[in-house]
């Protein structure tokens, strides 16, 4: 009967732990000036390696473009812009309009939505070859998007490093990203923080990143 009653307790204490580990790890990981909300792996081991294959067939992967100095650059990391309405989207003085919707991406901008209590329009993908592949400092500011919305970032395959930096103070966060994860930023975030995926030579697996994003209402993109 102890033994019975002693193991009750330990049960309660870990789920207590497990509770308490849960609300921790959603802590705001930024000291000011914004949130941004680490889960952890949100997606098992299996359907996470079963989603990174489907969206690394299915979705239509183009090089990025930016124009940087008046010179047009052709990256090696490839991205695909999607969402409810073929949103004009422009980032780097390149616009781009999204593609409809595949039945995996719906699947996983559900579990985004689930956990951030808010639904999205829009998902912009990057597929970083390998660990030297990465994104400069930026934030994600464009007048398309939601001001102080919800941008949900999911990760799946290689785990890489993702940083914040203060654009005044110049202090830096950063949060190893794995697979399966998810990441939300909000609130003045996007004026505050700049982000960046620092490139390295430790990592030689490929990663796939999708971010969903609140756009806008657009004026409907005429067919020419
Ligand atoms: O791949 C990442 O985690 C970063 C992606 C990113 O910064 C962006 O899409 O704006």
């Known amino acids: 009967m102890f033994a019975v009653k002693q193991g ?3 049960a309660s204490k870990i789920f207590k732990s497990m509770e308490l580990f849960a609300i921790d790890s959603q802590q705001n990981r930024l000291p000011y000036d914004g949130c941004a909300y680490y889960y952890g792996p949100i997606i098992d081991p299996r359907a996470t390696t079963s989603y ?3 969206l690394r067939s299915e979705i239509d992967w183009r090089n990025d473009e ?3 100095f008046g010179k047009r650059i052709i990256t090696k990391r490839k991205v695909a812009w999607y ?3 073929p949103y004009a989207y422009t980032y780097s003085k390149v616009t781009k309009h999204a593609l409809s919707w595949t039945p995996t991406l719906e699947a996983i901008k559900g ?3 689930e956990k951030a209590q808010v639904k999205f329009n829009s998902c912009l993908l990057n597929l970083y070859h390998t660990g030297t592949e990465g994104m400069a400092w930026h934030s ?3 007048k398309e998007l939601v001001k102080h919305g919800v941008i949900a970032s999911m990760s799946l395959g290689a785990e890489r490093k993702f940083a914040f930096k203060h654009i005044r103070t ?3 966060v950063s949060i190893s990203l794995q697979s399966g994860s998810l990441l939300t930023m909000q609130d003045q975030t996007q004026d505050y923080w700049q ?6 030579k430790k990592v030689t697996t490929p990663r796939i990143n999708l971010t969903f994003r609140q756009m806008r209402a657009q004026a409907p993109v005429l067919n020419t």
Do not use: C, F, M, W
């Not at 982000?195 to 390295?200: I, V």
């Open 195 to 200: 982000h960046r995926l620092p490139p390295t």
């Open 66 to 68: 930016a124009i940087i």
């Open 170 to 172: 110049k202090e830096t």
């Open 8 to 10: 009750v307790y330990n």
């Open 140 to 142: 994600d500011g464009e």
């Open 52 to 54: 990174y294959d489907i």
């Open 83 to 85: 969402g409810d309405a």
């Open 111 to 113: 579990l985004a939505e």
